[in-house]
């Protein structure tokens, strides 16, 4: 396929295991959108940019269990990745939190920097001399900064336009049109004798719309009713929430 010169997103990622990401590269959307020059990764690996293993990490200064990425194989890669020009994100469970909408502006950016950080995390100077922001996926620690540029990866490619095909469309999904979405049925009909919705097989595409609108914010009113409060709701929406607040 031919490539396209100006990929709509470019990331470059700094690790000490860029071996963690090879099979994710080769499925689904990202693959897709690699394959249709939409999306650039590279990946700048400490140890080989580091002049021994001895400079990628360190122990801490004021001692304490577990070592820190040392700062000049970082700076190194980020001269490498061209950070005067890219948005530079480090990892951290301390960062601000990622959702649909940052993942958004994100994109917006064109050329993400993406520090992983390793066992401690990196030296703080990297931090508040290169960093445009600090990123967490969670409240919860994970192991590497490796996990969370994968789901930022996943995340940020099902956004860039031509990535995904109809077949997993984004645009009904939960969070992109401000609710969760509605619950999806497949064949059989009936499956240990439960039926699938009846409006579903009707084939009356306005009906089906509708229930799925009710369902959809049926589900965030009971799961997430905090979302309800941030969305422009419609007349018909208003009276779906009092059908469901009735008790429908
Ligand atoms: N000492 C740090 C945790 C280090 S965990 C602290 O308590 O704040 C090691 C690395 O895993 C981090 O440098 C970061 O890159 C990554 N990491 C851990 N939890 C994360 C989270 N919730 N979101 C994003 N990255 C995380």
């Given amino acids: 396929m031919k490539k396209d010169r100006n990929p709509l997103l470019r990331v470059d990622i700094i690790t000490i295991f860029p071996e963690y990401f090879t099979p994710a590269l080769k499925i689904g959307p990202i693959k897709k959108a690699i394959e249709k020059g939409l999306f650039d990764v590279r990946f700048l690996n400490l140890r080989e940019i580091a002049d021994s293993p001895k400079e990628v990490d360190d122990y801490p200064y004021g001692g304490g269990a577990g070592m820190v990425l040392k700062p000049e194989p970082l700076k190194r890669a980020l001269e490498m990745a061209g950070h005067e020009n890219g948005f530079v994100i480090n990892f951290s469970p301390q960062g601000k939190q990622l959702n649909q909408r940052l993942a958004h502006e994100l994109i917006e950016k064109k050329h993400l920097i993406l520090i992983c950080g390793r066992y401690k995390g990196v030296d703080e100077r990297i931090v508040e001399k290169y960093v445009d922001l600090e990123l967490s996926i969670g409240d919860y620690v994970l192991s590497g900064g490796d996990v969370a540029a994968l789901v930022l990866l996943d995340v940020l490619v099902r956004l860039i336009p031509g990535a995904l095909g109809d077949m997993d469309s984004a645009a009904t999904d939960s969070f992109e049109s401000g609710i969760l ?68």
């Fill in 181 to 248: 979405d509605a619950p999806y049925y497949t064949r059989p009909a009936v499956f240990e004798g439960m039926h699938v919705p009846g409006v579903l097989t009707s084939g009356n595409h306005e009906l089906i719309a509708k229930w799925r609108r009710k369902m959809a914010l049926r589900r965030t009113l009971k799961r997430r009713p905090e979302l309800l409060r941030k969305l422009y709701l419609t007349k018909e929406d208003l009276d779906f929430l009092e059908e469901i607040e009735d008790g429908d």
